[in-house]
């Protein structure tokens, strides 16, 4: 039977996947890379350039007797507009779970029909439980079989091309010669990030040498069982891609080549991708349809103990083996290793750098475990989730520092301690309940960008579109290129006063002929009343309504798409959290969307002076950033985070201090110099030295004294001591510098130049030494001296 081909926007294919040997050098996984964003997005959904990149038609539906594929239509970028892997990926939604992905199942016309129920019946149930993630495609063949109709579509999705990049003839052989799963290759050959696609090049393994050994000891039954594990480990191996957004998985200088890397260690990569598929296949082994056709129902209930998985012993606990079911089992198999009692054979002692690295690891066996304690330490959301969302942004070891407060080296010492002193697992070490019950699989956003606090949002509202002209907005402010959405229960005083001041801003921070003034624009501002919730849900609303018109990528990219916000109870949670007012914040750049989202809180009706210098605060915002926005896009994952200094000091958390420190600084004072009123400057500085500023019942010096140094201070250690401090430091450096020299710094960001060289070229010296002498200056100095480095006009 020939191949068909239907155009189709959305697909409606069912989803599978396989196992395979080692991928050669030409056909590593170059992993998916770059830049953070929101996720929910329909692909194909544009066909006009958007952000640098189009999409070339529409997906093609490909059905026969041996097929079942979704091909996914390329997309092509613009030369003078690069985008950045990241938001291509972003943009055509390869991070969304979805239920009808554009997956590509291949099959010899040999296959049996069991094999190919058992396929189908796996990873529908994948893609149920986890997520469809896109561009995924699977070949299962015999190599002297008739194959012509999947050659046929591995040719339209580009696949027979050598590694030069130049067609080849379609033909199994070269199939069969770059064998593995999971594997991956370039469209037309191009390894260039945008249109690279997972792929699991598996030969029969009902008949492949490779594994007659295991078919012969296993037995068919138990082997075929054996194969639905390695499937169910490699679709998960490229559900872990799809939130990396274009960065190779794992280590620099791990088996694997690839680029950018996230640094995932060998020991996590494997070890999630095997903690996955025992609890699927626990959850989902009575529904089988092989687990029917056998009768062994029950068989993973209840974590069972086995006697072993040798031809002699029943079937169910051979099977229960293969699949991993005998949990408890594996903990104790595992702690007596790791205390010295195991087997000569296995090398493992405990955990170490050894394990990070697949060329080193010792211990292979035990893996799984390790990610399970990761579980148990906070939960399978944290490591299914919460790992995957910021892993783009932060690297593996900046998430796990995130997450648990730890580096590598100290959980391997934790855990190798805790596996000592356990011999069985303690009790809810493995979870009851279904982990899709534990785990919101379908509410991922990874990519978005990972630091908490303010900056925390710049990108919420995702992709690119058209400007948006003054007009479109209820009023405006004075300069083309802002629009203000403002609540129905905003009063004009408070507008014309908002106004005031983002003009202020304009004249203070925008005017440098240096700046590149299409980055500074442009700008939506919301102002809400903070007293009326009703209209703040209205106001979200108008700013859908006017996204869905002039920026429709941004409208399905943010929250303004009911698919992107998850469990959210307050209307779409763009300016609520938890019935709350989320604050005044940037959400949002030209580089990562439509435009800089200015959120305003509007204060209370006497409490002018916070609406000025907020406003002035977040202005400065929008001056730094544009700077260097243009390495938000078009940039190596976090440059923009190491060109501003949010990445300082030790480790790769976020931290506040210059970012949050000088747009404090700056912003007290010329609202003062705007009103003329020094004493604001003098009092809030003061305030944000000498009293605790927040819940903490211990002075903000008293906390910084006592703390880490400035540049290793971040959000979740002490944001206040980040914005208060560093807003000291930065007035200690304009006082001994000048101010025109801290301008200079965020000027010279436009070269892309990293925060130490810089800081180092515009003030001579270093910025850890900078620190050192301010924090000695603070130490030694009696209050009256701190407050007269503050100017007095």
Same mark, same amino acid.
């Given at each position: 039977?020939?191949?068909?081909?239907?155009?189709?926007?959305?697909?409606?294919?069912?989803?599978?996947?396989?196992?395979?040997?080692?991928?050669?050098?030409?056909?590593?996984?170059?992993?998916?890379?770059?830049?953070?964003?929101?996720?929910?997005?329909?692909?194909?959904?544009?066909?006009?350039?958007?952000?640098?990149?189009?999409?070339?038609?529409?997906?093609?539906?490909?059905?026969?007797?041996?097929?079942?594929?979704?091909?996914?239509?390329?997309?092509?970028?613009?030369?003078?507009?690069?985008?950045?892997?990241?938001?291509?990926?972003?943009?055509?939604?390869?991070?969304?779970?979805?239920?009808?992905?554009?997956?590509?199942?291949?099959?010899?016309?040999?296959?049996?029909?069991?094999?190919?129920?058992?396929?189908?019946?796996?990873?529908?149930?994948?893609?149920?439980?986890?997520?469809?993630?896109?561009?995924?495609?699977?070949?299962?063949?015999?190599?002297?079989?008739?194959?012509?109709?999947?050659?046929?579509?591995?040719?339209?999705?580009?696949?027979?091309?050598?590694?030069?990049?130049?067609?080849?003839?379609?033909?199994?052989?070269?199939?069969?010669?770059?064998?593995?799963?999971?594997?991956?290759?370039?469209?037309?050959?191009?390894?260039?990030?945008?249109?690279?696609?997972?792929?699991?090049?598996?030969?029969?393994?009902?008949?492949?040498?490779?594994?007659?050994?295991?078919?012969?000891?296993?037995?068919?039954?138990?082997?075929?069982?054996?194969?639905?594990?390695?499937?169910?480990?490699?679709?998960?191996?490229?559900?872990?891609?799809?939130?990396?957004?274009?960065?190779?998985?794992?280590?620099?200088?791990?088996?694997?080549?690839?680029?950018?890397?996230?640094?995932?260690?060998?020991?996590?990569?494997?070890?999630?991708?095997?903690? @996955?598929? +025992? &609890? !699927?296949?626990?959850?989902?082994? $009575?529904?089988?349809?092989?687990?029917? =056709?056998?009768? %062994? *129902?029950?068989?993973?209930?209840?974590?069972?103990?086995?006697?072993?998985?040798?031809?002699?012993?029943?079937?169910?606990?051979?099977?229960?083996?293969?699949?991993?079911?005998?949990?408890?089992?594996?903990?104790?198999?595992?702690?007596?290793?790791?205390?010295?009692?195991?087997?000569?054979?296995?090398?493992?002692?405990?955990?170490?750098?050894?394990?990070?690295?697949?060329?080193?690891?010792?211990?292979?066996?035990?893996?799984?475990?390790?990610?399970?304690?990761?579980?148990?330490?906070?939960? @399978?959301? +944290? &490591? !299914?989730?919460?790992?995957?969302? $910021?892993?783009?942004?932060?690297?593996? =070891?900046?998430? %796990? *520092?995130?997450?648990?407060?730890?580096?590598?080296?100290?959980?391997?010492?934790?855990?190798?301690?805790?596996?000592?002193?356990?011999?069985?697992?303690?009790?809810?070490?493995?979870?009851?309940?279904?982990?899709?019950?534990?785990?919101?699989?379908?509410?991922?956003?990874?990519?978005?960008?990972?630091?908490?606090?303010?900056?925390?949002?710049?990108?919420?509202?995702?992709?690119?579109?058209?400007?948006?002209?003054?007009?479109?907005?209820?009023?405006?402010?004075?300069?083309?290129?802002?629009?203000?959405?403002?609540?129905?229960?905003?009063?004009?005083?408070?507008?014309?006063?908002?106004?005031?001041?983002?003009?202020?801003?304009?004249?203070?921070?925008?005017?440098?002929?240096?700046?590149?003034?299409?980055?500074?624009?442009?700008?939506?501002?919301?102002?809400?009343?903070?007293?009326?919730?009703?209209?703040?849900?209205?106001?979200?609303?108008?700013?859908?309504?006017?996204?869905?018109?002039?920026?429709?990528?941004?409208?399905?990219?943010?929250?303004?798409?009911?698919?992107?916000?998850?469990?959210?109870?307050?209307?779409?949670?763009?300016?609520?959290?938890?019935?709350?007012?989320?604050?005044?914040?940037?959400?949002?750049?030209?580089?990562?969307?439509?435009?800089?989202?200015?959120?305003?809180?509007?204060?209370?009706?006497?409490?002018?002076?916070?609406?000025?210098?907020?406003?002035?605060?977040?202005?400065?915002?929008?001056?730094?950033?544009?700077?260097?926005?243009?390495?938000?896009?078009?940039?190596?994952?976090?440059?923009?985070?190491?060109?501003?200094?949010?990445?300082?000091?030790?480790?790769?958390?976020?931290?506040?201090?210059?970012?949050?420190?000088?747009?404090?600084?700056?912003?007290?004072?010329?609202?003062?110099?705007?009103?003329?009123?020094?004493?604001?400057?003098?009092?809030?500085?003061?305030?944000?030295?000498?009293?605790?500023?927040?819940?903490?019942?211990?002075?903000?010096?008293?906390?910084?004294?006592?703390?880490?140094?400035?540049?290793?201070?971040?959000?979740?250690?002490?944001?206040?001591?980040?914005?208060?401090?560093?807003?000291?430091?930065?007035?200690?450096?304009?006082?001994?510098?000048?101010?025109?020299?801290?301008?200079?710094?965020?000027?010279?960001?436009?070269?892309?130049?990293?925060?130490?060289?810089?800081?180092?070229?515009?003030?001579?010296?270093?910025?850890?030494?900078?620190?050192?002498?301010?924090?000695?200056?603070?130490?030694?100095?009696?209050?009256?001296?701190?407050?007269?480095?503050?100017?007095?006009?």
């Amino acid at each position: 039977m020939g191949v068909l081909g239907v155009s189709c926007t959305s697909a409606s294919i069912p989803d599978e996947t396989d196992s395979g040997t080692d991928l050669p050098a030409d056909q590593v996984e170059q992993g998916l890379s770059e830049d953070g964003e929101m996720a929910g997005e329909t692909p194909g959904e544009s066909q006009a350039s958007s952000g640098g990149f189009s999409v070339d038609g529409e997906p093609i539906v490909v059905v026969s007797d041996n097929v079942d594929c979704v091909i996914s239509p390329p997309v092509t970028v613009e030369p003078a507009d690069l985008p950045s892997i990241a938001d291509v990926h972003r943009g055509i939604g390869m991070n969304v779970p979805k239920l009808n992905p554009e997956h590509c199942y291949l099959f010899s016309a040999e296959i049996p029909d069991d094999l190919r129920r058992y396929h189908a019946d796996v990873h529908q149930k994948l893609i149920d439980y986890v997520g469809g993630y896109d561009r995924y495609a699977h070949i299962t063949y015999e190599l002297e079989g008739d194959n012509a109709e999947a050659l046929e579509v591995l040719d339209q999705l580009g696949y027979f091309y050598d590694n030069d990049g130049q067609p080849v003839e379609p033909s199994i052989d070269l199939v069969f010669d770059r064998r593995s799963c999971l594997g991956g290759f370039g469209r037309d050959g191009r390894f260039d990030g945008y249109n690279e696609f997972s792929f699991c090049n598996q030969p029969n393994p009902l008949t492949d040498p490779h594994w007659e050994w295991d078919r012969e000891n296993f037995g068919t039954d138990v082997f075929m069982y054996m194969t639905i594990n390695g499937w169910v480990h490699e679709y998960y191996h490229h559900v872990q891609r799809a939130h990396t957004l274009g960065r190779s998985l794992g280590m620099p200088a791990d088996c694997c080549g690839g680029w950018n890397h996230t640094g995932s260690p060998a020991w996590f990569v494997e070890g999630q991708a095997q903690v @996955f598929p +025992t &609890l !699927f296949l626990r959850d989902v082994f $009575d529904d089988l349809q092989i687990t029917k =056709d056998l009768g %062994l *129902e029950g068989t993973c209930a209840g974590d069972p103990r086995l006697t072993g998985n040798g031809p002699d012993n029943p079937l169910w606990e051979r099977v229960a083996s293969q699949t991993n079911c005998n949990m408890t089992q594996k903990f104790e198999s595992a702690s007596r290793v790791i205390r010295g009692e195991g087997d000569e054979w296995d090398e493992c002692s405990g955990f170490s750098a050894l394990d990070e690295m697949r060329e080193t690891w010792t211990c292979t066996g035990h893996m799984e475990i390790l990610n399970f304690y990761l579980a148990y330490l906070t939960s @399978f959301e +944290t &490591l !299914f989730v919460g790992l995957h969302e $910021d892993v783009w942004a932060l690297g593996f =070891d900046g998430a %796990l *520092e995130k997450h648990f407060g730890l580096t590598k080296d100290e959980l391997y010492e934790q855990f190798n301690q805790f596996m000592r002193d356990n011999p069985t697992p303690p009790e809810d070490f493995f979870p009851t309940e279904r982990l899709d019950e534990l785990v919101d699989f379908w509410g991922i956003k990874s990519g978005v960008g990972g630091p908490d606090g303010e900056m925390a949002e710049s990108a919420n509202e995702s992709a690119s579109g058209p400007d948006i002209e003054p007009s479109t907005s209820p009023t405006a402010a004075r300069t083309p290129g802002i629009s203000i959405l403002a609540a129905s229960s905003v009063d004009d005083e408070t507008l014309e006063y908002l106004k005031t001041y983002i003009d202020q801003s304009i004249e203070y921070f925008f005017s440098d002929p240096r700046l590149i003034q299409d980055n500074l624009y442009p700008i939506i501002v919301l102002q809400y009343d903070r007293n009326n919730l009703e209209t703040i849900y209205d106001l979200e609303d108008d700013y859908c309504s006017l996204m869905s018109t002039f920026a429709p990528d941004t409208f399905f990219n943010s929250r303004c798409n009911p698919s992107n916000r998850g469990d959210c109870a307050d209307n779409i949670c763009l300016l609520t959290s938890d019935g709350e007012p989320v604050g005044s914040s940037i959400s949002g750049t030209p580089g990562t969307s439509c435009c800089y989202l200015f959120i305003s809180d509007s204060f209370d009706a006497n409490d002018r002076t916070s609406l000025a210098s907020v406003t002035l605060h977040e202005m400065f915002h929008i001056f730094q950033i544009s700077n260097y926005v243009d390495y938000e896009t078009q940039s190596i994952i976090n440059d923009a985070d190491y060109i501003s200094g949010m990445i300082s000091g030790d480790g790769t958390e976020h931290k506040p201090w210059w970012m949050e420190g000088t747009a404090v600084y700056f912003s007290h004072l010329y609202y003062s110099r705007a009103t003329g009123d020094f004493e604001h400057l003098n009092n809030q500085m003061e305030q944000g030295l000498y009293t605790p500023y927040g819940p903490s019942g211990e002075d903000i010096i008293d906390r910084y004294l006592n703390g880490p140094d400035l540049y290793n201070v971040t959000w979740e250690s002490d944001w206040a001591v980040g914005y208060q401090v560093g807003a000291w430091f930065a007035a200690y450096v304009a006082h001994h510098e000048g101010e025109q020299a801290v301008i200079d710094f965020w000027i010279n960001t436009q070269t892309g130049i990293r925060f130490p060289e810089n800081f180092e070229q515009t003030f001579g010296a270093d910025y850890r030494a900078y620190v050192d002498e301010f924090e000695e200056f603070i130490r030694t100095s009696d209050r009256s001296e701190v407050m007269g480095i503050l100017p007095a006009s």
